[in-house]
């Protein structure tokens, strides 16, 4: 999960990179590219893909795949860290949708420490050079939040999915649906891509189709509130590199926000840790 938030990272990187693409076109290439990904895998034979609980794919396709759509739009129109930090705040939303559809305790500690990555994730962002504020959303900041529920919704699916297909077959379907969601808007908008958005696609598509295997596959060995505080990993590391690689400015809220959400996704490691 951890190794997942860093292949995230990546991709982040190069949306902001490729921001004058548009976000349709970008999400269309990093679907078609995952898909085409795993079908080739397929038709070599070197996995099987079989799809069981259909119904349930196509929610977890229809979610995911909109909630990556929002995602890229956001980061292209609030940027990396303000996009970033907003659309995962969604392990609150999973946390209580599995607990409530899935039967998935939490516990104290487990609330204690989302509560304690979510202010830390508030930090990271109160000090973005546009300013931040929990009480004042525009419209894309709305969009960013109702992006983090979708997202929610998407990764109770995944846990419930992993009862009957494997990663491969749900990874699939999210690609397949998410084509669908996007085709039409991202043929008929205007902007060229040009030789280095090509290579920024393909580097978004391979990057997000290991990171989505790796996610995928760890969220068969981990409830869906651990996974998710792991992924919130995603949030500091984009911080980081956008000071790194793109020039953010590195201030004393940032420092203490990266400690919190690092703190306490080892918390809640370290407490499964010794439950089993």
């Known amino acids: 999960m951890a190794l997942a938030s860093v292949f995230f990272c990546i991709a982040g990187c190069l949306v902001k990179g490729g921001s004058y693409i548009g976000a349709y076109k970008l999400a269309f290439f990093r679907f078609i590219i995952g898909l085409g990904l795993i079908t080739t895998a397929a038709m070599s034979g070197r996995v099987k893909l079989v799809f069981n ?5 196509f929610l977890r396709g229809l979610t ?3 909630a990556v759509f929002i995602t890229l739009l956001c980061i292209t129109k609030l940027g990396l860290g303000k996009g970033m930090v907003l659309i995962n705040s969604y392990p609150i939303f999973a946390s209580i949708i599995s607990a409530v559809f899935l ?10 420490a989302i509560l304690t990555a979510m202010v830390g994730i508030y930090f990271i962002a109160y000090e973005k050079q546009q300013g931040f504020s929990l009480l004042v959303f525009g419209g894309y900041e709305l969009l960013a939040v109702l992006g983090a529920v979708i997202a929610g919704i998407a990764v109770t699916l995944i846990r419930k999915l992993h ?7 749900i990874y699939f379907s999210q690609c397949a649906v998410g084509i669908w969601l ?5 043929f008929s908008s205007e902007g060229a891509i040009g030789f280095k958005g090509v290579f920024i696609l393909l580097g978004i598509g391979a990057s997000v189709t290991i990171g989505q295997l790796l996610m995928t596959e760890g969220f068969k060995y981990v409830p869906v509130k651990t996974g ?6 995603e949030t500091v590391l984009c911080y980081v590199a956008g000071v790194a690689i793109f020039g953010e400015p590195l201030t004393a809220p940032c ?3 990266t400690v919190l959400v690092i703190g306490a996704c080892a918390v ?3 407490r499964r840790k010794l439950d089993h």
Request: proline share 2%; no cysteine.
């Open 64 to 66: 995911g795949g909109t």
């Open 53 to 57: 609980n259909k119904k349930l794919l």
């Open 268 to 270: 809640v490691l370290v």
């Open 255 to 257: 420092l203490l926000g």
């Open 163 to 169: 009862d009957t297909d494997d990663s491969l077959a």
């Open 103 to 112: 039967k998935e305790r939490l516990r104290l500690l487990d609330i204690w």
């Open 182 to 186: 996007v085709i039409m808007p991202a």
């Open 228 to 233: 998710s505080l792991l992924l919130m990993l």
